[in-house]
């Protein structure tokens, strides 16, 4: 069975600048998977190579097997991309636009009852016969998802999807997303979400500066993650000498401690802060998350 | 690569006849205006001093060259303006996505254009019969030079739009390129008139035979023999193809 993207070596650079560099990922198929870095990190160029907007300078990409320069049709056939900017064509209205770019693809008449289906899934019934000019941000947003699958492609890649809309238009976004990935579709998705990706995405990529840093899967990346967090009220508005390498966060007696699983003893550093720091009024722990994680690995490639 | 998205090609052609129908007023009416100001002026002023072919008189002489100069403007305004919005807005990238071809994309921008150019010469010549009868002499002939020179400048719109990044850029082909080579090509005097070097020199512009052979159409004798008129027309727009189908296939600035 052959990868929904299969992406070998690709490099890519704009002057002097190398936005991509010898990038590598596969992405099964049915997989739901988060492409995250830092902005500029390469993010969107390599989705650009990916979708045929970009010319890669080396490497090989396909979809589902195809070839997307040698077999474009058939890899573009199978891709659906919902683009980062919010653009849109304003001679038309939603409904004529989906029916336009579904034609694009080739599909006919016999698509529009799948375009219905899309107006309702992302709520855009009452706006059906309006032109794209006069749509909210977000209702741009919902018709692009719209436009990027009109042709049913089995592979749909959203460039930050919820970049600047509201929180419930996002919950609506993944909420659809989701039903897609249950209906069978390989999403991959960009977000600076970063708790959005953790709930949603199986499988993690992250690119920096042109490079993939990690990639495997999220419950993998977090529990490899060496660290655990402590959140502590102390009766003392001063934190303990001794505790002071590990303060991520907090002040006057409300701190934030980062504990290495494999050094830091968390009963010492309650102990600690029991008999130094006036006492422990309330306490909670909490695992890394993505965030934590994706702060360590792109600082920590930042300072090499 | 086997065969044409034909249901992609057929989508894209109707999407760029669908967008300047929706402005008809800009991209239709305002240009037939336009002319037709140009046949007035020049009626009032000329009609009485020239006769630049023996029996014809200098407002049916005119018609067909303000014909030809608008088609040519207005076919290259279609897909250069329609090529150079996309871009700018970003919306380009709804036909870069699909998979559409060189080919479909190339065919789709300029039957647009070459369909609006035809429309604007068709109703410019309907309005020159209130001025004076207009019979057409080789209808297929006028018919061919003008399908010929549409495209040519279908095509040179589309090479624009691929080149601008803005509409300045735009505008400056339009300004300092096609306006000045239309104008200068016979719309209102014929070649023989102007002094041999000139005249001389006409015969290496192409714009020149595409005015010289709608009259052709139109009256029966023109400037330059009337196939070679449309053999050179023809020639133009393969070399124009040739150079716009080789920028699409390469993404030159669409596909960086």
């Given at each position: 069975m052959p990868a929904a993207l299969h992406i070998d070596q690709v490099s890519k650079s704009f002057g002097s600048l190398k936005a991509l560099d010898g990038v590598s990922l596969e992405v099964a198929q049915g997989d739901f998977f988060a492409l995250l870095g830092p902005n500029g990190a390469g993010k969107s160029t390599l989705i650009g190579c990916i979708a045929g907007l970009l010319q890669k300078d080396a490497g090989h990409i396909a979809v589902?097997?195809?070839?997307?320069?040698?077999?474009?049709?058939?890899?573009?056939?199978?891709?659906?991309?919902?683009?980062?900017?919010?653009?849109?064509?304003?001679?038309?209205?939603?409904?004529?636009?989906?029916?336009?770019q579904a034609g694009y693809f080739g599909c006919g008449r016999d698509s529009w009852p799948w375009i219905d289906e899309l107006i309702e899934g992302l709520e855009l019934g009452d706006k059906r016969e309006s032109t794209l000019r006069a749509l909210s941000g977000g209702m741009k947003r919902r018709v692009l998802i719209a436009q990027a699958l009109v042709h049913r492609p089995p592979v749909v890649i959203l460039d930050e999807p919820t970049a600047g809309v509201d929180v419930e238009l996002r919950r609506g976004l993944w909420h659809f997303t989701r039903r897609l990935h249950d209906e069978g579709h390989t999403i991959v998705l960009t977000t600076h979400y970063l708790e959005e990706a953790e709930s949603l995405c199986r499988n993690i990529a992250i690119l920096d500066r042109g490079q993939v840093i990690a990639r495997e899967s999220t419950r993998d990346l977090l529990a490899r993650h060496p660290y655990r967090f402590l959140e502590v009220k102390t009766g003392s508005q001063t934190l303990p000498e001794t505790l002071q390498p590990l303060q991520v966060g907090g002040t006057q007696g409300q701190w934030e401690l980062r504990l290495d699983k494999t050094?830091?003893?968390?009963?010492?550093?309650?102990?600690?802060?029991?008999?130094?720091?006036?006492?422990?009024?309330d306490v909670r722990t909490r695992d890394a998350r993505l965030e934590d994680v994706f702060v360590e690995m792109t600082s920590r490639e930042a300072r090499r | 690569m086997s065969g044409l998205n034909w249901i992609g090609l057929r989508t894209l052609?109707?999407?760029?006849?669908?967008?300047?129908?929706?402005?008809?007023?800009?991209?239709?009416?305002?240009?037939?205006?336009?002319?037709?100001?140009?046949?007035?002026?020049?009626?009032?002023?000329?009609?009485?001093?020239v006769e630049v072919y023996p029996g014809v008189d200098y407002v049916a002489f005119?018609?067909?060259?303000?014909?030809?100069?608008?088609?040519?403007?207005?076919?290259?305004?279609?897909?250069?303006?329609?090529?150079?919005?996309?871009?700018?807005?970003?919306?380009?990238?709804?036909?870069?996505?699909?998979?559409?071809?060189?080919?479909?994309i190339f065919l789709a921008f300029t039957g647009a254009a070459i369909l609006r150019a035809l429309l604007v010469g068709l109703v410019l010549y309907l309005v020159g019969w209130l001025f004076t009868p207009l019979p057409i002499a080789a209808p297929l002939h006028a018919l061919t030079a003008a399908i010929l020179a549409a495209g040519c400048l279908a095509v040179m719109g589309i090479i624009a739009g691929i080149l601008a990044d803005k509409f300045e850029h735009m505008a400056a082909f339009q300004n300092y390129l096609i306006m000045p080579l239309s104008f200068l090509s016979g719309v209102f005097y014929s070649v023989q008139d102007l002094p041999p070097f000139w005249a001389q020199a006409s015969a290496f512009n192409p714009f020149f035979y595409m005015i010289d052979g709608l009259r052709h159409g139109f009256?029966?004798?023109?400037?330059?023999?009337?196939?070679?008129?449309?053999?050179?027309?023809?020639?133009?727009?393969?070399?124009?193809?040739?150079?716009?189908?080789?920028?699409?296939?390469?993404?030159?600035?669409?596909?960086?």
């Open positions: 589902l097997g195809h070839d997307t320069v040698r077999a474009y049709r058939q890899a573009r056939r199978h891709l659906g991309v919902v683009p980062q900017e919010l653009v849109y064509d304003p001679f038309f209205t939603v409904e004529k636009m989906l029916r336009i050094r830091d003893d968390m009963g010492a550093v309650l102990d600690t802060l029991n008999s130094q720091a006036g006492g422990i009024r | 052609l109707a999407k760029e006849i669908g967008r300047f129908m929706k402005v008809a007023g800009q991209t239709i009416t305002s240009p037939v205006i336009t002319a037709v100001l140009y046949l007035v002026v020049f009626q009032q002023v000329l009609a009485d001093r005119l018609i067909p060259g303000l014909i030809m100069m608008s088609v040519i403007q207005n076919a290259f305004a279609n897909s250069a303006s329609s090529l150079t919005q996309s871009k700018i807005m970003g919306n380009v990238v709804f036909i870069l996505l699909p998979p559409l071809s060189a080919l479909e009256f029966g004798y023109s400037d330059a023999p009337g196939w070679l008129g449309l053999v050179v027309v023809a020639g133009f727009l393969a070399l124009l193809s040739a150079i716009a189908l080789t920028m699409l296939a390469r993404g030159v600035r669409l596909r960086p």
